[in-house]
């Protein structure tokens, strides 16, 4: 999965690590940063969500009819002899 890519901007290092952080609205957080690879920068970074999409869901028949017993599924299946 992937992580927010936010860099040192004294060194470029990706490893930063959060001191501390904070909601300020319901769509934004303040962080303090520390970069863990120079050891000698504090990054006030802000996030916010700018955008949001929610997913809908449709019951599928289709999905279901796998689950079913095969006569209920196709019904050339009873006209097969089974002893
Ligand atoms: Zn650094």
Redesign the pocket.
């Known amino acids: 999965m992937a992580q927010v890519d936010i860099?040192?901007?004294?060194?470029?290092?990706s490893?930063?690590s959060v001191r501390t952080s904070e909601r300020m609205t319901m769509h934004s957080t303040k962080s303090i940063l520390y970069?863990?690879?120079?050891?000698?920068?504090k990054m006030e970074v802000i996030s916010a969500v700018t955008g949001v999409s929610i997913a809908t869901y449709e019951d599928s028949e289709e999905a279901m009819r796998v689950n079913r017993p095969l006569d209920q599924t196709d019904e050339r299946q009873l006209e097969i002899l089974t002893d």
């Open positions: 860099r040192c901007t004294k060194c470029g290092s490893k930063l970069c863990q690879n120079c050891h000698c920068c």
